[in-house]
């Protein structure tokens, strides 16, 4: 059961335009979510978070929308830069009762941006 | 190093053998996490350490599956008697602080680990 899905496995844009990827999740017990971003070879880098009491994160190129009733997230890459090209994983987190924040990720979207 | 490092990058072993798998956080960081990624799935939590104890094992797929955790600092992932379907890539992220609060994870290279 997949609790945190990325409808899209991949995504081509053209440089400088618009960026949107999308995320949707089914547990309610999210309270924080975040975006990593994953090179080839390398480990996801943590981009962009927002918390479940807000429905927008802005960072520079990066913005985070959260629609909580409809239990969607959005990433808007504005604009896109070839050097954006890179797999995104959606991630979700909540308390797990044993001490720790369980991330629970999407299978991810590829995101390629063409010059 | 700055950030968090793991060994092997690559790993090739047959059926049946055992692993293990290292992971050094980053300096200062107190929560240690492992997860793995199986081809075209996303990643999956596995176990998660605060110090050296591991209150979150929730995520280890069978009893082939252990962690440690020593002096605070390197961690070490043991798959026994590996099957083809432990094949994955195995990453390690650490955070400063588990609990309370929410603290950015910050992830190693990952270990490919492929069982023939």
């Known amino acids: 059961d997949q609790q945190v899905k990325q409808n899209s496995p991949s995504l081509s844009v053209q440089e400088g335009r618009i960026s949107i990827l999308n995320c949707d999740y089914t547990n309610s017990m999210f309270d924080y979510f975040l975006w990593y971003k994953k090179y080839p070879a390398e480990g996801p880098t943590f981009l962009i978070s927002?918390?479940?009491?807000?429905d927008k994160n802005e960072d520079g190129r990066f913005t985070v929308f959260l629609n909580k009733s409809a239990k969607h997230l959005s990433l808007h890459i504005v604009p896109s830069q070839p050097g954006d090209s890179a797999v995104y994983f959606c991630?979700?987190?909540?308390?797990?009762?044993?001490?720790?924040?369980?991330?629970?990720f999407g299978k991810g979207t590829k995101l390629s941006v063409i010059p | 190093g700055a950030g968090v490092s793991q060994s092997p990058s690559n790993k090739v072993t047959e059926k049946g053998k055992d692993v293990e798998l290292r992971c050094d956080p980053i300096?200062?960081?107190?929560?240690l996490y492992w997860y793995r990624q199986s081809l075209g799935q996303g990643l999956e939590f596995l176990i998660y350490?605060?110090?050296?104890?591991?209150?979150?094992k929730s995520g280890l797929p069978s009893d082939r599956f252990s962690a440690e955790r020593t002096g605070g600092s390197v961690s070490t992932l043991t798959i026994q008697r590996t099957q083809q379907e432990d094949s994955a890539v195995y990453l390690c992220?650490?955070?400063?602080?588990?609990?309370?609060?929410?603290?950015?994870?910050?992830f190693g290279p990952g270990t490919r680990l492929l069982v023939l």
């Open positions: 350490f605060q110090g050296n104890s591991a209150p979150d």
């Open positions: 927002i918390s479940s009491i807000k």
């Open positions: 992220a650490s955070s400063r602080v588990g609990t309370p609060f929410q603290e950015t994870q910050y």
């Open positions: 300096s200062g960081h107190t929560a």
């Open positions: 991630a979700a987190s909540r308390y797990s009762g044993a001490g720790s924040y369980q991330l629970t």
